[in-house]
């Protein structure tokens, strides 16, 4: 039995917890689709919704690379490895594409949940992969870690993106007169 094999059930709630935040993630833009964009800016998506998915996705991929049925730690640790140092990289793409978009001025919170804390994550997951060889019963301690915080962070990221969209009003909508409903018997036409 590999060390792996005791995070069976670990990663089994944090890999399905993932996929079905993806699925959430999906049906919630959806839903705001229709509404006005106040200063439209796809570089605001890619910004601040699209590193969601990505991160929901690594935890889900990670979870399935850890789960599989390995004989030693050290040959998940490559894959492992690979999605840290590729998260790096897409952390600072998206560190960068905060900068450039113009729909909305970002706050340190979204600094630290957007960027800081998942480039630690991924930091995280790449140092445990090469510590992997010499310390493997210690080193799924800090995939685990790192699949939390990214999991926590595009949980955060998301409620805070659906929030911006419930509770801000679009000057666009401002605007807008609201819709009345005619009911049986009122005098007034609805506008």
Request: with cysteine; proline share 6%; aromatic share 12%.
């Amino acid at each position: 039995m590999t060390a792996l094999a005791k995070w069976q059930a670990f990663y089994e709630i944090v890999g399905s917890s993932a996929g079905a935040l993806i699925g959430l993630q999906f049906v919630v833009m959806s839903l705001i689709v229709n509404r006005p964009a106040g200063r439209p800016d796809p570089a605001a998506g890619n910004a601040f919704a699209t590193p969601n998915i990505v991160h929901f996705a690594a935890v889900l991929g990670l979870s399935a690379i850890l789960a599989a049925p390995w004989d030693a730690v050290s040959a998940a640790a490559i894959l492992w490895g690979a999605l840290g140092f590729g998260g790096l990289v897409y952390t600072g793409i998206v560190t960068r594409r905060m900068r450039k978009q113009t729909a909305y001025r970002p706050e340190f919170e979204d600094w630290l949940f957007h960027s800081l804390l998942p480039l630690l994550a991924y930091l995280i997951l790449a140092v445990a992969a090469c510590a992997a060889p010499f310390y493997s019963q210690k080193s799924p301690f800090g995939a685990a870690g790192a699949a939390l915080l990214l999991l926590f962070c595009g949980i955060h990221n998301a409620w805070d993106a659906v929030t911006y969209h419930v509770f801000f009003k679009h000057p666009d909508e401002a605007r807008r007169p609201e819709k009345l409903t005619r009911r049986p018997g009122d005098k007034t036409q609805s506008s």
